[in-house]
């Protein structure tokens, strides 16, 4: 049974910092790319970050570029997202995502996705 479960986030204040956990099961992890979506209230899903399977490739959203970073560890099947300078529009549920193509923004490219976990930055 594959299996998902986002941590971490929660109610941040501006210019603070957060780190999202992903803890995974039920798949090979090290063979699928790993990637952060989140879904602001009332609006789309968007891309955030992509790590390739070994982990030496990361990909950003550029509204998230400089200030997000994506790492993983196949040993514990885990991927994290630090996100810091955080600020309103970071507000949204944060959801992991597993895929077996690099460099995907699109949300149709994955395969497992998590329940999510909600980050709120007041200001």
């Known amino acids: 049974q594959v299996q998902l479960e986002e941590s971490g986030g929660g109610l941040v204040q501006a210019g603070g910092s957060l780190r999202l956990s992903c803890a995974t099961s039920?798949?090979?992890?090290?063979?699928?790319?790993m990637a952060w979506f989140r879904q602001p209230p009332g609006k789309e899903r968007e891309f955030v970050a992509a790590i390739s399977g070994g982990g030496g490739m990361t990909y950003y959203a550029d509204t998230v570029n400089g200030r997000f970073v994506i790492s993983r560890d196949n040993g514990k099947n885990t991927v994290w997202l630090q996100m810091t300078s955080l600020n309103s529009v970071d507000t949204a549920a944060y959801f992991c995502a597993a895929g077996l193509v690099f460099g995907h923004r699109v949300g149709s490219a994955y395969k497992y996705w998590g329940q999510g976990t909600q980050v709120t930055v007041s200001s």
């Open positions: 039920g798949f090979t992890f090290r063979n699928y790319v």
